[in-house]
């Protein structure tokens, strides 16, 4: 499936999570890493500057506040979510971006005020398994650990974020009377206009070597000598796989990619499309069990061993459904949530004290308000 979905009540906290926590780009085999921290502290960057330059409250309603610093959470992590795709959000759309953000920290306050007790478990059920899902990304508890820490972030605090985010869903789900059924999400699965949707192409399943002639930090090219030293140190690598050496001990000990090296080498799996070329077009030329010659990219010198490669096919309906389900309730939300969402800010008395948030929110309403009709015509991809 190819579309994005548009949320109504977006993630907010999970931008944070998922983007101040270190991001494999689909595009590029090499990781990125999460911001440190500085020497001696467990504080986020949000933390420092409430520290420094003291922590306002933005916006107010009746039984609520936000400060600066939480807002500012939010921000750090959609940054970080650009800048592990090596992406930039252009400075004057981050007016705008507050704003959003802003708004949707309001909304959920508001939203917890209404939650029932069903709400509340439903929405525990939920970041129980957010929060499972990333772990199983980080890899291991020790470095799910070292990420929280990177951001400043405490496990506590992660699980109270993820879990008032999916409370406010649930209570929104309930308010609005949306109900998706196995009925709806199939009838959506078998209409021949998605058809396409669902449709997964080739992929292939690797480990790989590398061996960077990058700098991870500056983005700029190792001097020629290092690269020397680093062509034969790969050229030695080949030879001992060659020679018989396990692939993934020599992964585990030499690769230069900090999201694969642990896991000895091993990468999710991939189509055409989401590694640069000279990675993919080796990847999809080789049979399953076969190494690689040395293959050049623009990060460094890599080796690769094919596991497995899966042909072209329909995702299964079971494997969908829940994405399917998702999307349809968010359709539904974008028919029937912006009206009902103003009415509980109206009724709240939600007062923006700070000016600029103030003018580009209201600038932000105007432009949803104009886009009101727009709904999703497609799912979210499907591919994990």
Known sequence: MKTKLKLILPAAFAAMI???????????????????????????PAATMASLFGDPVIAKGKGFEIKQSELDEVILGIKSAAAAHNETIPPDQMLTIEANMLNRLIQIQLLLKKSTDAD?????????????????????????????????????????????EATATATLTRELGINITDADAKAFYTDTNHTADFEQPEQVHVRHILLLTMDPATR?????????AKKKQIDDILKQIQGGADFAALATKYSEDPGSKDSGGELKPFGHGEMVPQFETAAFSMKTNTVSDVVTTDYGYHIIKLMDKTPAQTIPYATVSDKIKDFLMQQQMSKRAPVYLDDLKKGADVQILDPDLKAATAAAAA?????????PSAPPAAKP
């Not at 990125?32 to 921290?37: E, I, K, L, N, R």
């Not at 700029?220 to 020397?228: H, I, M, R, T, V």
Request: aromatic share 2%.
């Open 18 to 44: 998922f983007g101040a926590l270190s991001v494999q780009a689909a595009a590029n085999p090499a990781t990125t890493t999460a911001a440190p921290v500085a020497p001696g502290t467990n504080a986020s």
């Open 120 to 164: 509340k478990a439903d929405g525990k059920a939920k970041a129980d398994l957010q929060i499972s899902n990333l772990l199983a990304r980080a890899g291991s508890q020790e470095k799910f650990d070292l990420q929280l820490k990177s951001v400043g972030m405490t496990a506590s605090e992660l699980r109270s974020k993820v879990t008032q």
């Open 220 to 228: 700029g090219p190792l001097p020629d000598a290092q690269k020397a």
């Open 367 to 375: 432009a949803a308000a104009a886009n009101a009709l727009e709904t």
